[in-house]
């Protein structure tokens, strides 16, 4: 089956500190690939899509980075954090075979910075 | 520019009521998809309709609808029947064929169901 999953769930990082989230699907292979970021209250943004391994797109210039090492896994990173990066980041994705490019979304991982 | 607006920051109904949430779009894209998002207090986003640009019929879920008008650009979500668990915020989203799959979100709409 086709599943989609982010960890961690939660997290809370100091300001300064690096992050490092992941996103793993199953079942297919080559999927588009996709990070955003909800604030508190808020809709989603998007950050970075992905439409294959090394390809990145970004969508808004910040302190942010995402990287695709292998076909079913997309990593969003950060060096230093900052206040403004907390939120809720989704990973979202378009499984093959379902007849429309619907993205369907992971769990999330809320993220507080302190 | 691709544009996704939500008006209704918040609405209400009453269990076993019918509810519409609206949205309208804006795209120079002749082809595009328009969906629909379910996101409860848990934090998961939940597809629940989708509707095709050169779709003739507006599209159904079971409780969900999808009242399509092309020319006023408008993807407004009915739900028939309310209930407590339909709570929650509902998002909707447009993704243009030549944009390579991205999707724009529109602000949401907070529902709540009063028993």
């Known amino acids: 089956s086709q599943t989609i999953h982010q960890w961690p769930a939660t997290l809370v990082q100091p300001v300064g500190s690096p992050l490092s989230l992941e996103c793993t699907v199953e079942?297919?292979?080559?999927?588009?690939l996709y990070w955003y970021r909800q604030a508190a209250g808020r809709g989603l943004q998007l950050l970075f899509y992905s439409v294959g391994i090394g390809q990145i797109s970004s969508e808004v210039p910040q302190n942010l980075s995402a990287s695709r090492p292998q076909d079913r896994q997309f990593i969003l990173s950060s060096k230093k954090l900052l206040l403004s990066d907390s939120g809720f980041y989704l990973c979202?994705?378009?499984?093959?075979?379902?007849?429309?490019?619907?993205?369907?979304f992971g769990p999330g991982t809320r993220l507080t910075v302190l | 520019a691709q544009k996704i607006t939500q008006t209704q920051p918040g609405m209400f109904v009453q269990e076993k009521e019918a509810v519409t949430l609206d949205c309208t779009y804006d795209?120079?894209?002749?082809?595009?998809?328009l969906f629909w998002y379910k996101q409860p207090s848990s934090g998961e986003m939940i597809f629940l309709i989708y509707?095709?640009?050169?779709?003739?019929q507006n599209a159904t879920e079971g409780r969900y609808s999808l009242n399509f008008q092309k020319a006023r650009k408008s993807a407004n979500l009915v739900i028939s029947a309310s209930q407590l668990g339909d709570s929650a915020m509902y998002f909707c989203a447009m993704s243009p064929s030549n944009t390579g799959n991205q999707f724009y979100f529109g602000t949401g709409t907070s529902l709540t169901v009063i028993p």
């Open positions: 079942g297919t292979s080559n999927p588009n």
């Open positions: 979202a994705w378009i499984p093959l075979g379902r007849g429309t490019d619907t993205q369907y």
């Open positions: 795209t120079s894209d002749p082809s595009y998809g």
């Open positions: 509707q095709g640009s050169y779709d003739q």
